[in-house]
């Protein structure tokens, strides 16, 4: 009989301990961007539980997969899933119990890939179906539980000379099969709060630097710089965005005594499932450079946070955000709904860690002017109630 996933009291939230995800296309060098990322998150304090990746640990158990039938190949990824559940509520109970032993510690989990990575094997329909099996929603298993996802593109795209397949036995795809499965694997992690597509634009050293960049940002650490770049839009092509998430956003600011701090609180779902955050961003120059940090938060503090200290001189930003990825990057696109003087604005937006990035805009999206750094288009200048 088939027992479905049973959540128990297991630690399904990360208010307390952070969970990140790494993912990405066959030979993206996860392997040794997470080595990376420990170590360098070891040098700044953070004591990470990690969870491998769990179709490699079927493979070294003895499981052939070029062997199922599709049959057995979609129980196989069921299983992964309930594995996959089971082991990060392990880490994090584990990651719970050092930071109550050790307080002021900073236990961090991060995972080999995550609970979304079955979708690109067997299809959306059919990945749903099993979420809905084991009495989940995809919410519930890809915004509510981690803090991001960080996506290395597959080698063969961008690097193909690199694209082997002898240094993993559970990776058997070709290099065009590669290439499918990791746009697959983006489109199923869209909608995640924060998802940083790591490409081959750099050499590998320059790769995996930027992978601990967009993990820091993640985690809220103020190291690197973020760079925001906005553009006011006049319209959209809504046909042409071949995968989108779209969730509701609702943000209320908060009284500061300081001109260069913004604090924030957000509420942010979609299917009734509800996750919400604190943010302090404080500008270091007038071009769009900003240090940010940001934690989860409980509704309940949400709402104490608004009738304690909300800004009487702001009203709440509500909007649609549309999410999607495009040429390996992935934008943020806001429809606002209020206050009801803005409402139909647009903005589009993009998050990048170094300021030479290039960023290429959507052809699909026409784009009025760039705005970055306009204090007008700002979501605090926007909120204000005059």
Known sequence: ???????????TDILHIPKVV????????????????????????????????MATRFKKAGLDLKSLSKSQFFRFEEEVLRMQLAWEDSMSRLAED????????????????GTMDGEPYIGKERFAAI???????????????????????????????YYQCENNSARWETAEQARETDEKTIKAWTGVPHLSIIDNS????????RTFQAMCRILGVPVPIEYERKFLVESIDWDKILH?????????????????????VRKRGQDNSYIYFKTRKVQTDTLGKRLETEHMITAAEYFDEIDAHADSMRSPVRKKRTLFPWKNQYFELDVLSHPKKHKGLILLEIEL??????VQLPPFIKVIREVTGEKEYSNAYLALSH
């Open 1 to 11: 009989m088939h027992v479905p996933y049973q959540k128990g009291n297991q630690v």
């Open 22 to 53: 790494v993912t990405g296309g066959p030979c993206g060098g996860k392997t040794t961007g997470m080595s990376y990322c420990v170590e360098k998150l070891g040098d700044i304090g953070f004591k990470v539980f990690l969870v491998e990746e």
């Open 98 to 113: 050092h930071l109550r032993t050790n307080p002021g510690s900073k236990p961090l989990v991060l995972t080999d890939r």
């Open 131 to 161: 979420v809905h099996a084991n009495y989940l929603k995809i919410p519930e298993i890809r915004d509510r539980r981690y803090n991001g996802a960080v996506h290395l593109v597959t080698a063969a795209n961008g690097a193909e000379d």
């Open 202 to 209: 750099t050499d590998f050293q320059g790769k995996i630097r």
């Open 244 to 264: 989108y998430t779209t969730v509701d956003i609702e943000q209320v600011y908060l009284f500061s005594s300081n001109e260069e701090e913004e604090i924030r």
């Open 353 to 358: 860690t170094e300021e030479n990035d290039t």
